[in-house]
């Protein structure tokens, strides 16, 4: 098999490395990747099978089994890694699954992390209802307010935890600023950069240690299938692997190939979805029934400075509050016709949700009101139709109000 991995890929630009990183060519000398549907390899002899099992560092890399090594798999991993400079990336079975490998690999009992208020819900159940159990002490901060993420430092904390842009309020963490305390305090700064992805924003350069990926958002782009990353540096990476080897959450072989397919439209996409994101955030501003708009690629948001340095690009989530509430935001919802009723995001088509009852239903309303969760807020992940299409059906909801 040849490797189209030369110096000359280092110094590419990352739209380049996107669609040239990590291809494992075979001797077939098929153009696009292969899917490398196998659970095991053939060893050559009895000793290869001997030295490949015992880790002998000639035989290093070489395939084993495909819960710990599959070429489709290291593939993606590559190409992902390149894109975040990481030195080095581990794939996982979903977005939850990396972060609950990146949980098992680096915390014992008695550790404590630091979360930020406003993570995904799972990240909050994994932490709230699965760490505790095993004697792991979590406190939750407001993402904004470094000086909560400082002061809330214990001997014992291990992780930092957040999530940059938040859901759905589009909050921004200053993640250098983070990265001074974690540094301090001796933990790894963790940053789930589901939302901007490489293309928009690089957390290991501001600092980050690890950063989690849900692949099945915008790396995959249509909706297809479930996949994760962790990526970060050689040795906690190797880490991970050890962990993921063992346990098993690893990701499939044929969603690695659909997740690389995806990786090669990622740029153009990017600045597609943030392009309809920021016109449309600027379009709902001037309508009446909307009270507030929050869109971090607004000047009015309070994350506005942090986000114009540390991203480059808004993204493709938008929030917006309706004045008469519940009634008013379902009315709305259920009056759109294009828009898809759905809670995932990251895809070419725009999606629309009420966070209240359905992606934070769980929170009590005192925790909701606290995250700034009101009744009349809807969630629009804005997809890569034209945007007057989009503009079109929210014109049908604001008449139905
Ligand atoms: C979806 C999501 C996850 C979880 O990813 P899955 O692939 O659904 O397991 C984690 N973080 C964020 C920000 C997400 O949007």
């Known amino acids: 098999m040849t490797q189209d991995r030369g110096k000359w890929l280092d110094d590419a630009m990352p739209e380049t490395r996107a669609i040239r990183a990590g291809i494992c060519r075979t001797s077939e000398g098929e153009h696009s990747e292969p899917i490398f549907t196998t659970s095991s390899y053939i060893f050559d002899s009895a000793e290869d099978a001997a030295a490949r099992f015992s880790g002998d560092s000639e035989a290093q890399g070489s395939n084993v089994y495909s819960r710990y090594t599959n070429p489709t798999v290291r593939g993606f991993c590559q190409r992902l890694a390149a894109l975040e400079g990481g030195e080095a990336c581990e794939a996982t079975a979903s977005g939850m699954a990396a972060i609950l490998s990146v949980c098992m690999t680096f915390l014992h009992t008695g550790d404590h992390i630091i979360c930020s208020r406003d993570v995904f819900g799972s990240t909050l159940g994994l932490f709230e209802?699965?760490?505790?159990?095993?004697?792991?002490?979590?406190?939750?901060?407001?993402?904004?307010?470094?000086?909560?993420?400082r002061h809330a430092v214990k001997p014992t904390t291990r992780l930092l935890y957040c999530e940059t842009p938040s859901n759905p309020l589009c909050e921004i963490a200053d993640i250098a600023g983070l990265s001074g305390i974690a540094r301090e305090a001796g933990a790894r700064l963790v940053v789930?950069?589901?939302?901007?992805?490489?293309?928009?924003?690089?957390?290991?350069?501001?600092g980050a240690d690890i950063i989690i990926h849900s692949a099945t958002k915008y790396?995959?782009?249509?909706?297809?299938?479930?996949?994760?990353?962790v990526v970060g540096n050689?040795?906690?990476?190797?880490?991970?692997?050890?962990?993921?080897?063992?346990?098993?959450?690893?990701?499939?072989?044929?969603?690695?190939?659909?997740?690389?397919?995806?990786?090669?439209?990622?740029?153009?996409?990017m600045h597609a979805h943030s392009h309809n994101a920021q016109t449309l955030a600027e379009w709902l501003q001037e309508q009446s029934p909307v009270s507030r708009v929050h869109y971090c690629g607004l000047p009015d948001h309070p994350g506005y400075d942090i986000a114009c340095r540390q991203q480059s690009g808004f993204g493709g989530v938008l929030s917006f509050e309706l004045a008469g509430g519940q009634a008013q935001a379902w009315r709305f919802i259920n009056a759109t016709q294009m828009l898809s009723l759905t809670a995932n995001l990251g895809?070419?088509?725009?999606?629309?949700?009420?966070?209240?009852?359905?992606?934070?239903?769980?929170?009590?309303?005192?925790?909701?009101?606290?995250?700034?969760?009101?009744?009349?807020?809807?969630?629009?992940?804005?997809?890569?139709?034209?945007?007057?299409?989009?503009q079109q059906d929210c014109v049908r909801a604001f008449n139905a109000l």
């Open 129 to 149: 209802k699965y760490l505790s159990k095993f004697g792991i002490d979590i406190s939750f901060v407001p993402l904004n307010n470094t000086e909560a993420w």
């Open 192 to 206: 789930d950069n589901c939302f901007c992805t490489p293309v928009l924003q690089q957390p290991l350069k501001h």
């Open 219 to 229: 790396l995959d782009g249509q909706g297809r299938v479930m996949g994760g990353a």
């Open 234 to 269: 050689a040795a906690d990476m190797a880490e991970v692997n050890s962990f993921l080897r063992t346990c098993g959450p690893t990701m499939s072989s044929f969603n690695a190939w659909v997740f690389l397919k995806g990786l090669e439209t990622l740029s153009l996409r």
């Open 347 to 390: 895809d070419a088509k725009s999606t629309i949700v009420h966070p209240a009852t359905t992606t934070h239903g769980r929170l009590s309303s005192e925790q909701r009101q606290a995250a700034g969760i009101s009744s009349g807020l809807i969630r629009i992940a804005v997809g890569l139709e034209h945007i007057s299409d989009i």
